[in-house]
Each structure stands twice: as C-alpha cells, then as structure tokens.
C-alpha cells in the first residue's frame, strides 16, 4: 500500500507566501514524476508544477517566476514554494506521483488527499 500525505495549506493575504509538503511511504521501489495539481471551484482539475527524478521542472504559465517545486528523494518527499500568492491561486492542491512498485515492478500513479489554499485579505 502506498499513501502520499500532503500539509502546509492554509489561509494567507495576497503576496504572501506558503510551502506545500506531501511525503510518499508505504511499498515503493522507486518514484519518476511528482507534481502538484490546483482544482478551484467549478474549475477543472490543472497541473501546477511537475518535477521528474532527475530533476527537471515545469510549470503552469500562471504561476512560473512564482511557485516552485524541489524534492527529497532520500524522503520520497516533493515540496511546492509559492510566493506572491494571489487571490486565483485559491484552490485545494493535490500531490501526484508516479511510483514504482516492488512487487511486480509495474508503476502507476497515486494521490493525495488534497490540501486547501486560499488566498484572501
């Protein structure tokens, strides 16, 4: 079985600033991509940030130059930055990671519980 479990939501002012953590444990062998998805109100679910296990990133257009995303391999763990927040940036933000499983050595993707971001004075 394998969870990933995401903190660090909460309420925060336009310009302010909030770090997302979300940590995978359980059976894994290894883990290719984590990313960061937003889905807001009536609004379809969008990746935010992606990270592979190499390292290398992309971001959404809206929030380049503003969020970023790192992580802790040693940790299973995947980190989202996001600065100058503003009030568009509200949504629940979900963890995704494609992990690799031991069993059978097969990968397949899996979510966290969400984590609520609202933006607001």
């Known amino acids: 079985q394998v969870q990933l479990v995401e903190s660090g939501g909460g309420l925060v002012q336009p310009g302010g600033s909030l770090r997302l953590s979300c940590a995978a444990s359980g059976s894994i062998f290894s883990i290719n991509t984590m990313g960061w998805y937003r889905q807001a109100p009536g609004k379809e679910r969008e990746l935010v940030a992606a990270?592979?296990?190499?390292?290398?990133?992309n971001y959404a257009e809206s929030v380049k130059g503003r969020f970023t995303i790192s992580r802790d391999n040693a940790k299973n763990t995947v980190y989202l930055q996001m600065n100058s927040l503003k009030p568009e940036d509200t949504a629940v933000y979900y963890c995704n990671a494609d992990i690799v499983r031991p069993w059978d050595m097969s990968n397949r993707d899996y979510w966290g519980q969400g984590t609520q971001v609202t933006v607001s004075s």
């Open positions: 990270i592979t296990g190499a390292g290398n990133t």
